[in-house]
């Protein structure tokens, strides 16, 4: 089992739908999460973070975490042609050093066509 | 610059050869992180220092894959006698801060490395 899995898509939505984009990770103990977005020939650009269960929204994007099914999503509102791109969901599995010792998914990418 | 740059940009090499990537994080940012990236993956950890100091190099495939940073600033990550399974794409990225939930990663372009 890889510690974070994501379907590889491509996920196709309609300009002005939501998308959703799922993660699971194998490391109950992990405590932070990152989405990551990166455009084809591009480095990965951080969007969201989120460590406490829940929703966390910001603009037309929305986290959501479930530690106790081990499962993060991310959720993008009337979505764009510019939203284009795969999509990195990142784990902390750093404990006790303080730094990020991020484990990524091979991502999902998303086509949103008009 | 505002950014983390990274050098050369793209790497050819002939198999058995050394190859010396470079990266130069954003200015002030104390932790640094090195990740290697397939086609259609994501990055996969190699390394991480907190100034001069190499705490974490769990993700280092094997010992002909080492890296420095002497000052605390720009890192170079060393893969000797290189083989074609190393091609990939090699990233940098930093980071403000070495405590705390969040920190967030700022990544370089990348030396894309090939060896024949």
């Known amino acids: 089992q890889k510690e974070v899995e994501q379907n590889s898509g491509p996920l196709s939505v309609p300009e002005g739908a939501i998308a959703s984009l799922n993660c699971t990770y194998s490391d109950r103990g992990s405590q932070s999460f990152f989405w990551y977005r990166q455009y084809s020939g591009k480095s990965p650009e951080l969007i969201m973070f989120i460590y406490s269960n829940g929703d966390k929204e910001d603009g037309r994007f929305t986290a959501q975490l479930n530690k106790a099914s081990q499962y993060v999503s991310l959720l993008i509102r009337d979505s764009q042609p510019s939203d284009s791109a795969t999509y990195l969901c990142?784990?902390?599995?750093?404990?006790?050093?303080?730094?990020?010792?991020?484990?990524f998914g091979a991502g999902t990418r998303l086509a949103v066509h008009p | 610059g505002a950014g983390v740059s990274q050098s050369p940009r793209y790497k050819v090499t002939k198999r058995g050869q050394d190859v010396a990537l470079r990266c130069d994080p954003i200015s002030g940012h104390v932790s640094l992180y090195w990740y290697r990236q397939a086609l259609g993956q994501g990055p996969e950890f190699l390394t991480y220092f907190n100034y001069e100091a190499q705490q974490d190099k769990s993700g280092l495939p094997n010992d002909r894959f080492s890296a420095e940073r002497p000052e605390g600033s720009i890192s170079t990550l060393t893969i000797q006698r290189t083989e074609q399974r190393d091609s990939a794409m090699y990233r940098c990225?930093?980071?403000?801060?070495?405590?705390?939930?969040?920190?967030?990663?700022?990544f370089g372009p990348g030396t894309r490395l090939t060896v024949l």
């Open positions: 990142a784990v902390n599995m750093e404990r006790s050093g303080g730094y990020n010792k991020l484990i």
């Open positions: 990225a930093s980071s403000a801060l070495t405590s705390g939930n969040y920190n967030e990663q700022f």
